[in-house]
């Protein structure tokens, strides 16, 4: 008897199982000098009681391409992120993971000189697996550059006398990468980590001829991933983040420069409006109009 499709169905359901939104682990990576201010034990107790957290996106940025003759359409520009993701715990009595949020935010910005901290100082990661009915790995990501952007607030209520506190906390980020298993994952956890090709290295191409170079970033080594292949930075020599510094640069340059015209304008303005004031002052006042004056 021919299967159906529903048979099919169930064949991959048993064979592969199915993703549970209640299944999941997640580690909160807290900077080192946050960690270093905090006991030991509180980190392992914060992931523990984290009954929420964001699987985060991926979004294209396009722009409407007009220089055509016929329709519009939308092409690439660039690749954007969600802008926070949500963390969601149980608290204790002492609110001591709410505690440590307060406290990394405090290291971000002072709240009593209101200085701020370097970016590399206060950022960290978070990773986020998803689980199967016995508790191991199946798939990961890498949270890249968190810091906490709210923790929002707590409501009390004399009505609720059976319910547990939970807490929230948005965290900012800058992008996420997927994480790959290595090891065998039957009876135990696999040690997960970040695809090479997410890994931000220079890509130096000098002396290859350009048909090997365009070979290898069709094609790619093939490195086991499930979907996709691996992909490298066509530009040769590219330094990442040097060219992103470097406009950074020029713009702040140009910012400043177009101060100084402004500043420059405003003085020419007011010196144009005294000179005509001293030329003609009962003229300029609106007195002695049309008498020669």
Request: net charge neutral; proline share 4%; hydrophobic share 35%.
């Amino acid at each position: 008897m021919a299967s159906t499709k529903i048979d099919d169905f169930y064949a991959t359901i048993s064979k592969y199982g199915q993703a549970k939104p209640n299944r999941f682990e997640c580690e909160v990576y807290l900077p080192e000098l946050v960690r270093q201010a905090s006991n030991t034990q509180l980190p392992r107790d914060l992931n523990l009681r984290i009954v929420g957290a964001s699987f985060p996106g991926k979004n294209i940025r396009t722009t409407t391409d007009e220089n055509i003759y016929g329709p519009s359409y939308e092409v690439a520009q660039g690749l954007t992120y969600g802008e926070e993701i949500t963390l969601e715990f149980l608290l204790k009595q002492n609110h001591e993971e709410r505690l440590v949020f307060n406290a990394w935010q405090d290291f971000i910005v002072s709240p009593t000189t209101y200085n701020v901290s370097y970016y590399n100082d206060y950022v960290s990661n978070i990773r986020v697996y998803q689980l199967d009915e016995q508790g191991h790995r199946t798939a990961g990501i890498e949270i890249r550059n968190c810091f906490p952007k709210t923790v929002n607030a707590i409501e009390y209520n004399m009505d609720t006398t059976s319910q547990l506190i939970k807490s929230t906390v948005g965290m900012s980020f800058k992008e996420w990468v997927p994480l790959a298993s290595k090891g065998t994952t039957s009876g135990e956890k696999a040690t997960w980590v970040v695809y090479d090709e997410y890994n931000e290295k220079p890509i130096t191409r000098s002396n290859v001829p350009r048909g090997t170079i365009l070979d290898a970033i069709q094609d790619g080594a093939d490195r086991g991933r499930a979907i996709g292949g691996d992909f490298v930075d066509s530009f040769p020599g590219r330094n990442k983040g040097m060219f992103e510094d470097a406009s950074k640069a020029y713009n702040d340059v140009i910012a400043a420069r177009d101060k100084v015209v402004f500043a420059q304008q405003k003085v020419v303005a007011f010196k144009n409006f005294f000179k005509g004031i001293t030329r003609n002052p009962l003229s300029n006042l609106g007195i002695g109009r049309g008498r020669g004056f």
